[in-house]
């Protein structure tokens, strides 16, 4: 297994690639690797002959204040883990190599990234988007896998690869989640143990709000009992807490299916996410 920094060897990694394999899935990451990643790079196998993984801690999705610098980084951890998982090249992209010298473009899909993590983080899919672009445009991949657990993020690069013409495939992969139900986050690295145990709050209101919102109870009133719960367990503050459709990621002011129910809570300096189908 490979691991290239730069276009030029990152081209000729491909052409080889694809000499020897019919096709090729792209799984991009901020490395920090966890079992969440690994389940994409299982998908990426079991779907193509060929697989890329990219590591690259994007500065432009993360906001001002935003733990940009404190973000993990393992790459050597994580390319022993891709190597394991069979992976055939690693992309781990110097910062100008996406970002050169007078780079001046923007990549922003209105609507679906208004909202939500949109609302609390601002700007912070138009860097989701640019980044994602820059890597489909290098690697051309036939298939891009990328993780549920970002659901607003999978809604947004699904609009822009349609919107765009990028012809390959979108695959969403379920949330893997610890036994308890929390689900894997490279950010639960932050909680301490007594968070940690709290956290799990997070999807278990979450279950009981979608069960209570399928059983046919009053949305607002769930909604709000859910969010005042969560406080009482150790979150100190909510982003948001919304049932909306699944596919459009338009507010649901009454059921009807397809819905999702997601959420953004910060406890202690860690804010969680989370989203679950409401069916
Ligand atoms: O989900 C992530 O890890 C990142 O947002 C992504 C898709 C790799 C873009 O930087």
Same mark, same amino acid.
């Not at 196998?45 to 697989?51: I, L, T």
């Not at 790459?75 to 190597?83: G, I, K, N």
């Not at 979150?235 to 596919?247: Q, S, T, V």
């Given at each position: ?26 799984? *991009? ?6 079992? /969440?990643?690994?389940?994409?790079? +299982?998908?990426?196998? +079991?779907?193509? $002959? ?10 432009? &999705?993360?906001? +001002? ?18 190597? @394991?998982? /069979? ?14 010298? /007078? ?39 036939? %298939? ?5 657990? $970002?659901?607003? &993020? ?6 822009? %690869? ?9 695959? /969403? ?29 997070? *999807? ?15 949305? $607002?009133? =769930?909604?709000?009992?859910? &969010? ?9 503050? =909510?982003?948001?807490? +919304? ?15 397809? @819905? ?6 910060? =406890? ?12």
């Amino acid at each position: 297994m490979q691991i290239v920094r730069q276009m030029g060897p990152l081209r000729d990694a491909l052409r080889d690639i694809r000499r020897k394999k019919s096709n090729v899935g792209l799984v *991009p990451t901020m490395g920090a690797l966890h079992a /969440g990643h690994m389940k994409l790079v +299982e998908a990426a196998m +079991e779907r193509c $002959d060929g697989v890329v993984a990219s590591i690259f801690v994007n500065p432009t &999705q993360f906001g +001002e204040g935003e733990d940009l610098d404190a973000y993990p980084r393992q790459e050597a951890a994580d390319a022993a883990l891709l190597e @394991a998982a /069979g992976v055939d090249l690693i992309w781990a992209p110097t910062v100008d190599q996406i970002y050169p010298e /007078g780079f001046a473009t923007n990549v922003s899909v209105s609507g679906i990234s208004t909202g939500l993590c949109g609302g609390s983080r601002p700007g912070h899919f138009d860097g989701v988007a640019t980044v994602v672009a820059k890597l489909f445009n290098q690697i051309r991949p036939d %298939a891009a896998f990328f993780g549920e657990k $970002d659901y607003q &993020q999978l809604a947004v690069i699904k609009r822009m %690869a349609s919107d765009l013409d990028f012809t390959h495939d979108i695959i /969403g992969v379920p949330t893997v989640r610890d036994p308890d139900g929390l689900a894997l986050s490279s950010r639960n690295a932050y909680l301490t143990p007594e968070q940690r145990r709290q956290a799990v709050a997070l *999807p278990d209101m979450m279950r009981d709000a979608a069960d209570a919102i399928v059983r046919g109870g009053d949305i $607002d009133n =769930i909604l709000k009992d859910a &969010q005042a719960k969560l406080l009482a367990s150790g979150f100190h503050e =909510i982003d948001y807490f +919304e049932l909306r459709n699944a596919e459009t990621l338009e507010n649901m002011p009454i059921f009807k299916k397809p @819905a999702r129910l997601l959420a953004a809570a910060h =406890i202690g300096r860690t804010r969680l996410i989370d989203n679950i189908a409401v069916a």
